[in-house]
């Protein structure tokens, strides 16, 4: 019966995660669902508990249809059962009083109450020895007795007696007239007194603070001649006093009169006198807290701030107003998706300035940072211990700081004032302060105490969850596999927390009410625990389930429940047909499974098993007793860990069998006695953890650990190999699980052998093991992007890589042998010949390494860094590079095998390899660049004599990587220091780019050509950058002079003089493509904001005399077909040229002369009349050209408002050109600016800008070089390679038989634990488990029989894998075909296809090239397919086939107006300043051949601002990638796609 208990359970698991619940779509309507399965419409009928009745067997209930459990239905209600943490005992002790009868009170309160009464009767007079007995007895009758005799006898005044007696225990005199050591011990017991009154509730705290104990205790600190010990009890006392909020008011605060010190002061004047270091440490605990209690005020009074001059009246009464919170659909939400909110014009309209919000994120994160090291720095020192940083031995019982902690936030209406920051538009459109507050939360729900926390401010926290809910990504809510550690999910997680522990709390009471056993299966008990059975269908609530019952002792309340119900309580039958102990079998065992914390097992282990030994019949406890097998006679010390081992090893053939789930629980009781916390600042170092790390090798914990991850690795390998997903939820759970345990064992073991140098580690199993891993696990995510799992996974694999390259010894003399051979080299070696090894290994390779090698320079920081830590970055890049020098060879032939590759995800990984690589130093720089022109020098010289050149697609490819590396600093410096061909062996290079040039000039109207021609083009723009420089201008520590500064980062004056002739024949060759004058144009307005430039390009002028009218008559014939962007940057670089005197003051456009001055004014420039003739030819004058433009123009414009200042340009360069004389020819009285020789390569290297100074740290700067790999549009017949299939498979599958694999592969399925059948996730052409949309959002349809293992399971909705198109989802759509008609289309589909051209269904070849017609841009936006980009990968159907191209330019709106920077932060060179008619938006656009991979890439003059910290690392823009959408657009152009900005600004 339970076999059916547990399909149907899985059955409905699988239903939750695919996600049972409609998602309401963009526009508003419910799908459609044609799914009988049972799906319950939430929206329109809330789905009531069925009511169990006793006759329910475990049988029918199993089959109550699955009911969704949606958490905002339920809201949390007052704390039951626990007491609230903030509370003290004394204060729960009353309260435990109030609710039951005083007469029948058993626990010995009223013995208690009268012993005290009768000592404070006794010594009303005497001082004497007896009364210093009885001062020291009072502390332990007080929370008993008094809390007793406060309710029988309310109106006796019992503490002020005992206020009174404190204070005289604490008075010195009184002290001194006693004997000796009766002195000591009177003083002391007054301050445990102290203690102990201060938590008597307000009137215990207010009657001390009256009677002034603040006082008495700094004059027995301060007093001369007392112990150590004696001054640490007055600390206990002062900390206890300060622990309540009413204390810590009076000791922060100042007495007026007589200017008196506050607490505060004076205590930091005792800590700076000399003291002992135990005084110290005592004293620096009270600081901290009052530092904590201070910033909690400060957060506080930020809030109420923001509430009372809230721009928006509704949101500030959401504390009040439980509506407006609820009320999810709210119209600031609905708005933040709709119209960017522009956050500069936010913060002005707010009471808030940008500094107050950094402020606010500065105090949230400090407040984080002290609680998490409040264990160590908050807590008095016991009185026998001694501040070290080591220890072995010791007390482990220490206060608990968190109470107190508690106490003042709910003091300060913490959750309150958090709620208020996520509800202000202000303060939640900052993604710092939203990522702040998640951290603190998320650290308090990791604890039981965190989570009562919660329950007692419940209102609060319903409000926060809500509050919440507008951040999240809704696909997110239901059927993501993820648990709670990721962002999105984390209100989720939270709530499922709390509304778990609520549950549990339930449990709890129902047993404290009902001890009698006749009736067994209460309703109110069955309703509690089917909601926790609900709970775990979602996978973030499974999770939280089992988090929550792994704290503390709450698993007990479960096992109370199957103790009161098993058989020897109920005997055979009752027991059987108990739905509560079914119920309670099935959590507990989902606990065990899914919780990687086993410190509860430690202490019911030995129940469990028990129970499992006394039930044989029931399948749920068998397996129980599987996973519980290693722990039989276990005590959890280091002594174990032999025999725990030896279990690994002789059950490791088992392993991912439901025979060997014993094997997960005993790597995860490894993990928790042998590898320690991570390490909290101001944490004593405890030795006992090294000591567990030498009793792992000495039992051969290496060998059993490679072994474990070896065999993981071939289980795992086959169904990967058919992308198919990780089987169930429990499938999954245990194999990360297993991971992640042995990879934090390997670690702590390598880490801790190799970390002083002295030993080496030549075991390559290890490498190569997680190599494999890697791939399996990290490198094709099926949900289009690392969950939280699979990112520590992945984390952990490239620490313990980089843990190797510490196992270098620094006294060894380095010659080429060691470094071949040390562990660094090997490790290296074995991930290099990994990439090549076998192509599905070939990503992930690339992605391990991009991983291990350092980023690229300079730093992005808020800070000055220090010469050192600045000589440190860059000796670690050198090391690196000369361990990467000794495989040059395999480097090489990484970038040979991969230039080739038309597979877009590879290419992006090679470009930001090979930015990494050239960033480490000058030799790597030079080996990398001098490859990537080897392959093209060959690919230019591989055709015949004789005949004409023929450009093919590797040629175009080769373009793309080389204009993709150019655009960054060391890249660009590199090749300009081969293509001067200076060097012996060099010249080559030289040659080869004057050949590059010429094929630019001749650009004809062969596509390949064009294409090849337009990446040329942006390779000089980078070429021509002056900013683009490895020493920035704008760096403190660079004392270069401005032609220093050209000459390093420009081509020398030969080369420059080659590269100006060949732009003026660009743009005077009437057949080059649209894109390729508008980057010429870009580049010659680089050139000309120096003199050196403009001599040259003046000089290309002269000799060619009309060019710039042939763009002139360009920009006009074409018009209507341009989006205005080719006229607008014509007419700036006539601005530009001109001579900076006709234009009177050019206050107005700043054109030339930079704001911010490091880039000095040129003094060169035309006159209007040589720029009259340089604009005219025989047929016809300048300004009638302009005039026609003009009117061109003025009719656009009436349509579109931003082409007004294109109009007034034209206008004004009309009428300039009018009111100027004769036409004359150049001038060439000019005198050629001559630069200094340029720095060696290996000298700029050394004097590099390490960092960059931001005002505030950018998170996306910190995210933007992980970009996730964004699908380029890209033409698929030119990508085409052709092959001869039956060739190859002659050469390499001579004797494979297919029929043998294919029956092997599909009849040795794994199956996964707890299944003896094979998984669902293996029959084919189950709805749940196909989908055939496309990342690209393009409907694509395969056969169901095919689909099924090719095409992953959209887990967690297919991240990345739905463009806007298509709903995620749609059951309706994925029905199977019962026909054998070819599919046709939904309409959605068709009206989809009708407004933007949508790939017509696989059966229908595509056209050989996209039709040129003018594509609509939808209206948010233009980037297609992934909400944001957010999906780092796609599926692996469309790996390999790139979609064909959408024409379409990108829309900077699309990017949800967050400050995305150097992508994006327009650099003044185009800004409005320089009159640019930049920033209008374009209209339909008709590009003069599809737009394509040779769109533009933003030069990084648009990417980044001049000036201070506007730089923005320029190596950002490697992954803007050669075929971004919209390459060095002005402004508008911003950040190529408006990529990512979305998954970034959350």
């Given at each position: 019966?339970?076999?059916?208990?547990?399909?149907?359970?899985?059955?409905?698991?699988?239903?939750?995660?695919?996600?049972?619940l409609?998602?309401?779509?963009?526009?508003?309507?419910?799908?459609?669902?044609?799914?009988e399965?049972g799906?319950?419409?939430?929206?329109?009928?809330?789905?009531?508990?069925?009511?169990?009745?006793?006759?329910?067997?475990?049988?029918d209930?199993a089959?109550?249809?699955?009911?969704?459990?949606?958490?905002?239905?339920?809201?949390?209600?007052?704390?039951?059962?626990?007491?609230?943490?903030?509370?003290?005992?004394?204060?729960?002790?009353?309260?435990?009083?109030?609710?039951?009868?005083?007469?029948?009170?058993?626990?010995?309160?009223?013995?208690?109450?009268?012993?005290?009464?009768?000592?404070?009767?006794?010594?009303?007079?005497?001082?004497?020895?007896?009364?210093?007995?009885?001062?020291?007895?009072?502390?332990?009758?007080?929370?008993?007795?008094?809390?007793?005799?406060q309710?029988?006898?309310?109106?006796?005044?019992?503490?002020?007696?005992?206020?009174?007696?404190?204070?005289?225990?604490?008075?010195?005199?009184?002290?001194?007239?006693?004997?000796?050591?009766?002195?000591?011990?009177?003083?002391?017991?007054?301050?445990?007194?102290?203690?102990?009154?201060?938590?008597?509730?307000?009137?215990?705290?207010?009657?001390?603070?009256?009677?002034?104990?603040?006082?008495?205790?700094?004059?027995?600190l301060?007093?001369?001649?007392?112990?150590?010990s004696?001054?640490?009890?007055?600390?206990?006392?002062?900390?206890?006093?300060?622990?309540?909020?009413?204390?810590?008011?009076?000791?922060?605060?100042?007495?007026?009169?007589?200017?008196?010190?506050?607490?505060?002061?004076?205590?930091l004047?005792?800590?700076?006198?000399?003291?002992?270091?135990?005084?110290v440490?005592?004293?620096?605990?009270?600081?901290?807290?009052?530092?904590?209690?201070?910033?909690?005020?400060?957060v506080?009074?930020m809030?109420?701030?923001?509430?009372?001059?809230?721009?928006?009246?509704?949101?500030?009464?959401?504390?009040?107003?439980?509506?407006?919170?609820l009320?999810?659909?709210?119209?600031?939400?609905?708005?933040?998706?709709?119209?960017?909110?522009?956050m500069?014009?936010?913060?002005?309209?707010?009471?808030?300035?940008?500094?107050?919000?950094?402020?606010?994120?500065?105090?949230?994160?400090?407040?984080?940072?002290?609680?998490?090291?409040?264990?160590?720095?908050?807590?008095?020192?016991?009185?026998?211990?001694?501040?070290?940083?080591?220890?072995?031995?010791?007390?482990p019982?220490?206060?608990?700081?968190?109470?107190?902690?508690?106490?003042?936030?709910?003091?300060?209406?913490?959750?309150?004032?958090i709620?208020?920051?996520?509800?202000?538009?202000?303060?939640?459109?900052?993604?710092?302060?939203?990522?702040?507050?998640?951290?603190?939360?998320?650290?308090?729900?990791?604890?039981?105490?965190?989570?009562?926390?919660?329950?007692s401010?419940?209102?609060?926290?319903?409000?926060?969850?809500?509050?919440?809910?507008?951040?999240?990504?809704?696909?997110?809510?239901?059927?993501?596999?993820?648990?709670?550690?990721?962002?999105?999910?984390?209100?989720?997680?939270?709530?499922?927390?709390?509304?778990?522990?609520?549950?549990?709390?339930?449990?709890?009471?129902?047993?404290?009410?009902?001890?009698?056993?006749?009736?067994?299966?209460?309703?109110?008990?069955?309703?509690?625990?089917?909601?926790?059975y609900?709970?775990?269908?979602?996978?973030?609530?499974?999770?939280?389930v089992?988090?929550?019952?792994?704290?503390?002792?709450?698993?007990?309340?479960?096992?109370?429940?199957?103790?009161?119900?098993?058989?020897?309580?109920?005997?055979?039958?009752?027991?059987?047909?108990?739905?509560?102990?079914?119920?309670?079998?099935?959590?507990?065992?989902?606990?065990?499974?899914?919780?990687?914390?086993?410190?509860?097992?430690?202490?019911?282990?030995?129940?469990?098993l028990?129970?499992?030994?006394?039930?044989?019949?029931?399948?749920?406890?068998?397996?129980?007793?599987?996973?519980?097998?290693?722990?039989?006679?276990?005590?959890?010390?280091?002594?174990?860990?032999?025999?725990?081992?030896?279990?690994?090893?002789?059950?490791?053939?088992t392993?991912?069998?439901?025979?060997?789930?014993?094997?997960?629980?005993?790597?995860?009781?490894?993990?928790?006695?042998?590898?320690?916390?991570?390490?909290?600042?101001g944490?004593?170092?405890?030795?006992?953890?090294?000591?567990?790390?030498?009793?792992?090798?000495?039992?051969?914990?290496?060998?059993?650990?490679?072994?474990?991850?070896?065999?993981?690795?071939?289980?795992?390998?086959?169904?990967?190999?058919?992308?198919?997903?990780?089987?169930?939820?429990?499938?999954?759970?245990?194999?990360?699980?297993?991971?992640?345990?042995?990879?934090?064992?390997?670690?702590?073991?390598?880490?801790?052998?190799?970390?002083?140098?002295?030993?080496?580690?030549?075991?390559?199993?290890?490498?190569?093991?997680?190599?494999?891993?890697?791939?399996?696990?990290?490198?094709?995510?099926?949900?289009?992007?690392?969950?939280?799992?699979?990112?520590?996974?992945?984390?952990?694999?490239?620490?313990?890589?980089?843990?190797?390259?510490?196992?270098v010894?620094?006294?060894?003399?380095?010659?080429?042998?060691?470094?071949?051979?040390?562990?660094?080299?090997?490790?290296?070696?074995?991930?290099?010949?990994?990439?090549?090894?076998?192509?599905e290994?070939?990503?992930?390779g690339?992605?391990?390494?991009?991983e291990?090698?350092?980023?690229?320079?300079?730093m992005?920081?808020?800070?000055?860094?220090?010469?050192?830590?600045?000589?440190?970055?860059?000796?670690?890049?050198?090391?690196?590079?000369?361990?990467?020098?000794?495989?040059?060879?395999?480097?090489?032939?990484?970038?040979?095998?991969?230039?080739?590759?038309?597979?877009?995800?590879?290419?992006?990984?090679?470009?930001?390899?090979?930015?990494?690589?050239?960033?480490l130093?000058?030799?790597?720089?030079?080996?990398?660049?001098?490859?990537?022109?080897?392959?093209?020098?060959?690919?230019?010289?591989?055709?015949?004599?004789?005949?004409?050149?023929?450009?093919?697609?590797?040629?175009?490819?080769?373009?793309?990587?080389?204009?993709?590396?150019?655009?960054?600093?060391?890249?660009?410096?590199?090749?300009?220091?081969?293509?001067?061909?200076?060097?012996?062996?060099?010249?080559?290079?030289?040659?080869?780019?004057?050949?590059?040039?010429?094929?630019?000039?001749?650009?004809?109207?062969?596509?390949?050509?064009?294409?090849?021609?337009?990446?040329?083009?942006?390779?000089?723009?980078?070429?021509?950058?002056?900013?683009?420089?490895?020493?920035?201008?704008?760096?403190?520590?660079?004392?270069?002079?401005?032609?220093?500064?050209?000459?390093?980062?420009?081509?020398?004056?030969?080369?420059?003089?080659?590269?100006?002739?060949?732009?003026?024949?660009?743009?005077?060759?009437?057949?080059?493509?649209y894109?390729?004058?508008?980057?010429?144009?870009?580049?010659?307005?680089?050139?000309?904001?120096?003199?050196?430039?403009f001599?040259?390009?003046?000089?290309?002028?002269?000799?060619?005399?009309?060019?710039?009218?042939?763009?002139?008559?360009?920009?006009?014939?074409?018009?209507?077909?341009?989006?205005?962007?080719?006229?607008?940057?014509?007419?700036?670089?006539m601005?530009?040229?001109?001579?900076?005197?006709?234009?009177?003051?050019?206050?107005?456009?700043?054109?030339?002369v930079?704001?911010?001055?490091?880039?000095?004014?040129?003094?060169?420039?035309?006159?209007?009349?040589?720029?009259?003739?340089?604009?005219?030819?025989?047929?016809?004058?300048?300004?009638?050209?302009?005039?026609?433009?003009?009117?061109?123009?003025?009719?656009?414009?009436?349509?579109?408002?931003?082409?007004?200042?294109?109009?007034?340009?034209?206008?004004?360069?009309?009428?300039?050109?009018?009111?100027a004389?004769?036409?004359?020819?150049?001038?060439?009285?000019?005198?050629?600016?001559?630069?200094?020789?340029?720095?060696?390569?290996?000298n700029?290297?050394n004097?590099?800008t390490?960092?960059?100074?931001?005002?505030?740290?950018?998170?996306?700067?910190?995210?933007?070089?992980?970009?996730?790999?964004?699908?380029?549009?890209?033409?698929?017949?030119?990508?085409?390679?052709?092959?001869?299939?039956?060739?190859?498979?002659?050469?390499?599958?001579?004797?494979?038989?297919?029929?043998?694999?294919?029956?092997?592969?599909?009849?040795?399925?794994?199956?996964?634990?707890?299944?003896?059948?094979?998984?669902?996730?293996?029959?084919?052409?189950?709805?749940?488990?196909?989908?055939?949309?496309?990342?690209?959002?393009?409907?694509?349809?395969?056969?169901?029989?095919?689909?099924?293992?090719?095409?992953?399971?959209?887990?967690?909705?297919?991240?990345?894998?739905?463009?806007?198109?298509?709903?995620p989802?749609?059951?309706?759509?994925?029905?199977?075909?019962?026909?054998?008609?070819?599919?046709?289309?939904?309409?959605?589909?068709?009206?989809?296809?009708?407004?933007?051209?949508?790939?017509?269904?696989?059966?229908?070849?595509?056209?050989?090239?996209?039709?040129?017609?003018?594509?609509?841009?939808?209206?948010?936006?233009?980037?297609?397919?992934?909400?944001?980009?957010?999906?780092?990968?796609?599926?692996?159907?469309?790996?390999?086939t790139p979609?064909?191209?959408?024409?379409?330019?990108?829309?900077?709106?699309?990017?949800?107006?967050?400050?995305?920077?150097?992508?994006?932060?327009?650099?003044?060179?185009?800004?409005?300043?320089?009159?640019?008619?930049?920033?209008?938006?374009?209209?339909?656009?008709?590009?003069?051949?599809?737009?394509s991979?040779?769109?533009?890439?933003?030069?990084?003059?648009?990417?980044?601002?001049?000036?201070r910290?506007?730089i923005?690392?320029?190596?950002?823009?490697?992954?803007?990638?050669?075929?971004?959408?919209?390459?060095?657009?002005?402004?508008?152009?911003?950040?190529?796609?408006?990529?990512?900005v979305?998954?970034?600004?959350?």
């Amino acid at each position: 019966e339970d076999e059916e208990e547990e399909e149907e359970g899985d059955d409905e698991e699988e239903e939750g995660e695919v996600g049972a619940l409609l998602i309401i779509g963009d526009d508003g309507y419910e799908q459609i669902s044609s799914d009988e399965d049972g799906i319950a419409d939430l929206e329109r009928e809330t789905f009531k508990y069925p009511s169990f009745d006793i006759e329910y067997t475990a049988e029918d209930l199993a089959r109550v249809p699955p009911v969704t459990y949606d958490p905002f239905d339920r809201e949390l209600g007052p704390l039951l059962y626990f007491s609230c943490p903030y509370k003290t005992t004394f204060e729960t002790e009353v309260a435990k009083l109030r609710d039951q009868d005083l007469e029948k009170e058993n626990t010995g309160a009223a013995e208690t109450s009268v012993k005290l009464t009768e000592l404070l009767e006794l010594y009303q007079e005497e001082r004497g020895a007896k009364w210093v007995t009885a001062l020291e007895e009072i502390p332990s009758l007080i929370v008993k007795g008094l809390s007793y005799l406060q309710i029988k006898e309310p109106n006796q005044d019992y503490i002020s007696q005992l206020v009174e007696w404190t204070m005289q225990s604490l008075n010195l005199q009184i002290a001194l007239r006693q004997p000796i050591a009766l002195n000591v011990r009177q003083l002391k017991a007054g301050t445990k007194l102290v203690s102990s009154l201060a938590e008597c509730g307000t009137r215990g705290i207010t009657g001390l603070l009256q009677a002034g104990v603040i006082n008495s205790l700094f004059e027995l600190l301060f007093a001369d001649h007392v112990s150590s010990s004696l001054k640490l009890n007055a600390f206990k006392a002062l900390d206890s006093v300060i622990s309540m909020t009413e204390g810590m008011e009076a000791f922060l605060k100042c007495r007026l009169e007589a200017h008196e010190k506050s607490g505060y002061q004076r205590l930091l004047e005792l800590i700076l006198l000399d003291q002992t270091v135990r005084v110290v440490t005592a004293g620096s605990a009270v600081l901290q807290k009052c530092h904590f209690y201070e910033i909690l005020s400060e957060v506080k009074k930020m809030a109420d701030q923001l509430a009372e001059n809230s721009p928006l009246p509704n949101h500030a009464e959401s504390e009040q107003d439980s509506d407006a919170g609820l009320e999810r659909g709210n119209q600031e939400y609905e708005s933040d998706v709709e119209a960017p909110m522009d956050m500069d014009n936010l913060l002005e309209s707010s009471s808030m300035s940008e500094g107050e919000v950094e402020k606010l994120i500065n105090l949230l994160d400090e407040i984080l940072h002290l609680m998490e090291t409040a264990p160590h720095t908050m807590i008095q020192p016991p009185v026998k211990s001694f501040p070290t940083t080591a220890r072995i031995t010791g007390p482990p019982e220490r206060d608990d700081p968190f109470p107190v902690l508690f106490r003042y936030l709910h003091s300060h209406h913490f959750l309150e004032s958090i709620t208020l920051l996520l509800s202000n538009p202000v303060t939640n459109i900052h993604p710092g302060v939203l990522q702040s507050i998640r951290d603190i939360l998320r650290f308090l729900v990791q604890s039981q105490k965190g989570l009562l926390f919660f329950l007692s401010e419940y209102e609060a926290t319903n409000l926060l969850v809500r509050a919440f809910c507008p951040f999240s990504d809704p696909d997110q809510e239901e059927g993501l596999q993820t648990d709670g550690a990721s962002d999105e999910a984390f209100h989720l997680w939270l709530l499922h927390s709390t509304q778990t522990l609520q549950c549990i709390s339930e449990l709890f009471c129902h047993f404290q009410r009902c001890t009698a056993t006749d009736e067994t299966d209460h309703s109110d008990l069955l309703g509690t625990l089917h909601n926790l059975y609900l709970i775990t269908f979602n996978p973030v609530g499974r999770s939280a389930v089992a988090h929550v019952f792994s704290l503390e002792k709450n698993l007990q309340s479960l096992i109370t429940l199957m103790e009161f119900y098993s058989k020897e309580a109920l005997g055979d039958s009752k027991s059987k047909k108990s739905v509560a102990y079914n119920y309670a079998c099935i959590l507990v065992l989902l606990v065990v499974q899914s919780s990687s914390d086993v410190q509860m097992l430690e202490q019911f282990s030995a129940i469990l098993l028990k129970l499992c030994k006394a039930d044989e019949n029931n399948t749920k406890l068998q397996e129980l007793g599987k996973w519980l097998e290693p722990l039989k006679t276990l005590r959890f010390e280091i002594n174990c860990i032999p025999n725990l081992i030896e279990y690994i090893k002789q059950n490791i053939d088992t392993l991912m069998t439901q025979d060997g789930v014993g094997l997960l629980t005993a790597l995860r009781v490894l993990c928790h006695i042998a590898c320690p916390p991570p390490p909290v600042e101001g944490q004593q170092k405890d030795l006992k953890w090294n000591l567990a790390v030498i009793q792992l090798f000495s039992s051969e914990g290496m060998d059993t650990f490679i072994r474990v991850l070896q065999k993981l690795n071939s289980i795992l390998i086959q169904p990967w190999r058919l992308h198919v997903n990780m089987g169930t939820t429990l499938h999954r759970v245990t194999t990360i699980s297993m991971a992640r345990c042995t990879l934090t064992l390997l670690k702590t073991m390598l880490t801790e052998l190799l970390r002083g140098g002295s030993f080496e580690f030549k075991d390559m199993r290890v490498p190569s093991a997680l190599i494999s891993l890697h791939m399996l696990l990290c490198s094709i995510p099926l949900s289009g992007r690392l969950d939280s799992d699979e990112q520590k996974i992945q984390n952990d694999i490239v620490d313990i890589l980089l843990t190797f390259t510490q196992g270098v010894n620094e006294k060894l003399t380095i010659s080429e042998e060691t470094l071949a051979n040390n562990t660094w080299s090997l490790m290296l070696k074995e991930v290099l010949t990994s990439i090549l090894r076998i192509p599905e290994g070939f990503f992930s390779g690339l992605i391990l390494l991009s991983e291990l090698l350092p980023l690229p320079l300079p730093m992005q920081t808020t800070q000055v860094i220090e010469p050192h830590d600045i000589s440190v970055a860059l000796n670690t890049r050198k090391l690196w590079s000369m361990h990467l020098h000794v495989q040059a060879k395999l480097l090489q032939e990484i970038v040979r095998s991969f230039s080739g590759s038309t597979c877009q995800p590879i290419q992006h990984m090679l470009r930001r390899i090979c930015v990494q690589l050239c960033d480490l130093a000058s030799p790597t720089a030079l080996l990398i660049m001098r490859t990537v022109l080897d392959l093209l020098v060959e690919d230019l010289q591989s055709n015949p004599e004789d005949k004409e050149k023929q450009y093919t697609g590797q040629t175009t490819r080769l373009l793309a990587l080389l204009d993709a590396l150019a655009s960054h600093k060391a890249c660009k410096l590199a090749i300009l220091h081969l293509i001067n061909g200076t060097v012996k062996g060099d010249e080559k290079y030289a040659e080869v780019f004057q050949e590059l040039l010429s094929l630019m000039r001749a650009a004809g109207d062969n596509v390949i050509h064009q294409q090849c021609a337009e990446y040329l083009a942006s390779i000089l723009q980078s070429l021509c950058d002056q900013d683009i420089a490895l020493i920035l201008p704008s760096s403190s520590e660079s004392t270069l002079s401005e032609l220093e500064q050209l000459s390093n980062s420009l081509p020398s004056k030969e080369l420059l003089a080659s590269i100006c002739d060949s732009l003026m024949e660009t743009l005077a060759n009437a057949e080059s493509s649209y894109n390729c004058l508008l980057t010429c144009i870009r580049t010659m307005m680089f050139l000309t904001e120096h003199d050196y430039g403009f001599y040259h390009l003046k000089s290309s002028l002269r000799k060619h005399c009309g060019a710039l009218q042939t763009v002139l008559k360009r920009v006009v014939s074409n018009f209507s077909k341009d989006p205005g962007e080719l006229a607008s940057s014509f007419l700036d670089f006539m601005r530009q040229i001109l001579n900076s005197d006709m234009l009177g003051c050019c206050g107005d456009d700043g054109s030339l002369v930079e704001v911010d001055g490091t880039h000095p004014a040129r003094t060169l420039g035309l006159t209007t009349v040589e720029l009259k003739y340089q604009l005219q030819n025989k047929e016809e004058a300048p300004e009638n050209l302009l005039l026609e433009l003009e009117k061109l123009v003025l009719e656009r414009s009436k349509e579109d408002d931003s082409l007004e200042s294109l109009l007034d340009s034209v206008v004004g360069l009309r009428q300039m050109l009018e009111s100027a004389g004769d036409p004359c020819p150049l001038s060439d009285q000019d005198v050629e600016p001559v630069l200094p020789p340029p720095e060696s390569l290996q000298n700029l290297f050394n004097n590099r800008t390490a960092y960059i100074l931001a005002d505030v740290m950018d998170d996306q700067l910190k995210t933007m070089w992980f970009s996730p790999f964004q699908a380029e549009e890209i033409e698929t017949d030119l990508d085409m390679v052709k092959v001869d299939l039956i060739d190859l498979s002659e050469k390499g599958c001579s004797d494979f038989d297919l029929q043998a694999e294919l029956e092997r592969s599909f009849l040795s399925e794994p199956s996964s634990p707890g299944r003896t059948k094979t998984t669902k996730g293996f029959k084919l052409g189950k709805h749940k488990h196909e989908t055939f949309i496309t990342s690209s959002g393009k409907s694509e349809y395969i056969e169901p029989a095919k689909r099924a293992h090719i095409v992953p399971p959209p887990r967690g909705r297919g991240r990345g894998a739905f463009g806007q198109g298509i709903r995620p989802h749609d059951i309706f759509r994925q029905r199977k075909q019962n026909t054998s008609r070819p599919p046709s289309m939904h309409v959605d589909d068709f009206v989809a296809a009708e407004s933007k051209e949508v790939v017509p269904p696989e059966g229908i070849p595509p056209p050989k090239r996209p039709p040129k017609v003018s594509q609509k841009i939808s209206s948010r936006g233009g980037f297609s397919g992934n909400r944001g980009g957010r999906g780092a990968f796609h599926s692996q159907n469309r790996f390999f086939t790139p979609p064909a191209s959408k024409g379409n330019y990108s829309r900077r709106e699309g990017a949800r107006g967050s400050s995305w920077s150097a992508q994006s932060s327009p650099r003044g060179t185009y800004s409005e300043s320089r009159g640019g008619q930049s920033n209008f938006n374009r209209g339909p656009l008709p590009p003069l051949r599809p737009l394509s991979s040779a769109g533009y890439r933003p030069s990084p003059r648009d990417r980044a601002s001049r000036g201070r910290g506007g730089i923005g690392p320029s190596w950002a823009s490697a992954n803007s990638g050669s075929s971004s959408g919209s390459r060095g657009k002005f402004i508008s152009g911003g950040s190529g796609r408006g990529r990512h900005v979305r998954s970034f600004t959350r």
